[in-house]
């Protein structure tokens, strides 16, 4: 299986050469993906160097330009470093474009801390108005890149990821949360690349799973659905970034509802012992075996 960056370079690639308002900036990372690109668009694709201020500040320029800006480095670079020019270059001048991350947790856990970004989610939750995409799979990936593109003059965050699902599940620009199976003790919702180990961990639970490759907007009449009937509502948060992201948008979705949510992701607390992925999910507890004890600690009536 290719990977969720190598789909997005191909497939931005290929949307270059239809869409001649279409942009590409990048930082030095990724530009061997682009390189075919650059040879048949050098004035489309832009490579500003290690400068992530600029390459935000460039998309920008291109956007106020009526250009369709795709703007890609490291989460931590991208979101974290130049957040100020997302802020203003995008938000304060009223233009759109798509940000498309990688390496957001700890997806090169030998990088350290300095590429590591599991708050990007939270930080853009920030400003108003981001759409954001957490695909689990490269052919997620590919057709909300697409539609992201598509996107007249909308902001859009797509966060790739190095951790992927076996099995891709159909996703919409639009969002919305698909529900893989329904149980009666509980909802669990698995975000992204952390489906498939929800899965595992939930096998043989009474309960409900919905899927979201898209957090942002948040998919409330979905959630509202999923309790619907009961007398109050228990929601467990699988996300793959900072714990409890996405618990306020759950509570709000369900305000109406005596209900408690338990949000699950990365700890605040750093690892500072650098391992494999499958490592660092042991570490915060989200494989399999971590999220079977901490969901059914929560959900006393999924068992």
Same mark, same amino acid.
Not at 157 to 183: C, I
Not at 185 to 202: E, I, T
């Given at each position: 299986?290719?990977?969720?960056?190598?789909?997005?370079?191909?497939?931005?690639?290929?949307?270059?050469?239809?869409?001649?308002r279409?942009?590409?900036?990048?930082?030095?990372?990724?530009?061997?993906?682009?390189?075919?690109?650059?040879?048949?668009?050098?004035?489309?694709?832009?490579?500003?160097?290690?400068?992530?201020?600029?390459?935000v500040?460039?998309?920008?320029?291109?956007?106020?330009?009526?250009?369709?800006?795709?703007?890609?480095?490291?989460?931590?670079?991208?979101?974290?470093?130049?957040?100020?020019?997302?802020?203003?270059?995008?938000?304060?001048?009223?233009?759109?474009?798509?940000?498309?991350?990688?390496?957001?947790?700890?997806?090169?856990?030998?990088?350290?801390?300095?590429?590591?970004?599991?708050?990007?989610?939270?930080?853009?939750?920030?400003?108003?108005?981001?759409?954001?995409?957490?695909?689990?799979?490269?052919?997620?990936?590919?057709?909300?890149?697409?539609?992201?593109?598509? =996107?007249?003059? =909308?902001?859009?965050?797509?966060?790739?990821?190095?951790?992927?699902?076996?099995?891709?599940?159909?996703?919409?620009?639009?969002?919305?949360?698909?529900?893989?199976?329904?149980?009666?003790?509980?909802?669990?919702?698995?975000?992204?690349?952390?489906?498939?180990?929800?899965?595992?961990?939930?096998?043989?639970?009474?309960?409900?799973?919905?899927?979201?490759?898209?957090?942002?907007?948040?998919?409330?009449?979905a959630?509202?659905?999923?309790?619907?009937?009961?007398?109050?509502?228990?929601?467990?948060?699988?996300?793959?970034?900072?714990?409890?992201?996405?618990?306020? =948008?759950?509570?709000?979705?369900?305000?109406?509802?005596?209900?408690?949510?338990?949000?699950?992701?990365?700890?605040?607390?750093?690892?500072?012992r650098?391992?494999?992925?499958?490592e660092?999910?042991?570490?915060?507890?989200?494989?399999?075996r971590?999220?079977?004890?901490?969901?059914?600690?929560?959900?006393?009536?999924?068992?």
């Amino acid at each position: 299986m290719d990977t969720m960056r190598d789909r997005f370079a191909a497939t931005v690639s290929g949307l270059l050469d239809t869409d001649p308002r279409l942009a590409v900036v990048l930082a030095d990372i990724g530009v061997a993906g682009f390189a075919e690109a650059r040879r048949a668009h050098p004035d489309r694709v832009i490579n500003v160097g290690i400068r992530e201020q600029l390459l935000v500040g460039t998309g920008g320029g291109l956007a106020l330009a009526g250009m369709r800006p795709v703007v890609h480095t490291f989460a931590s670079f991208l979101v974290e470093r130049a957040f100020e020019q997302i802020k203003l270059d995008f938000g304060h001048q009223g233009t759109g474009g798509v940000l498309v991350s990688a390496a957001g947790s700890y997806d090169w856990p030998a990088g350290g801390y300095t590429h590591m970004a599991p708050g990007d989610v939270a930080l853009l939750d920030t400003l108003d108005g981001w759409t954001q995409h957490v695909p689990g799979h490269p052919d997620e990936a590919e057709a909300l890149l697409r539609h992201a593109v598509g =996107a007249g003059d =909308a902001k859009v965050y797509v966060r790739l990821s190095a951790q992927v699902n076996t099995v891709p599940r159909p996703v919409a620009g639009d969002g919305g949360f698909l529900v893989e199976r329904q149980g009666r003790g509980g909802v669990v919702v698995a975000v992204g690349p952390m489906l498939d180990n929800v899965l595992a961990a939930v096998e043989g639970l009474d309960v409900t799973v919905l899927y979201a490759a898209t957090v942002r907007p948040f998919d409330g009449a979905a959630l509202r659905a999923a309790v619907a009937g009961g007398d109050r509502a228990d929601v467990v948060l699988v996300e793959p970034y900072l714990a409890g992201t996405s618990t306020a =948008a759950a509570n709000d979705a369900l305000n109406a509802v005596p209900h408690r949510v338990l949000g699950l992701g990365v700890r605040r607390g750093e690892l500072r012992r650098y391992g494999s992925i499958e490592e660092h999910l042991a570490g915060q507890g989200l494989d399999p075996r971590s999220l079977r004890e901490r969901i059914t600690g929560f959900l006393p009536g999924a068992h």
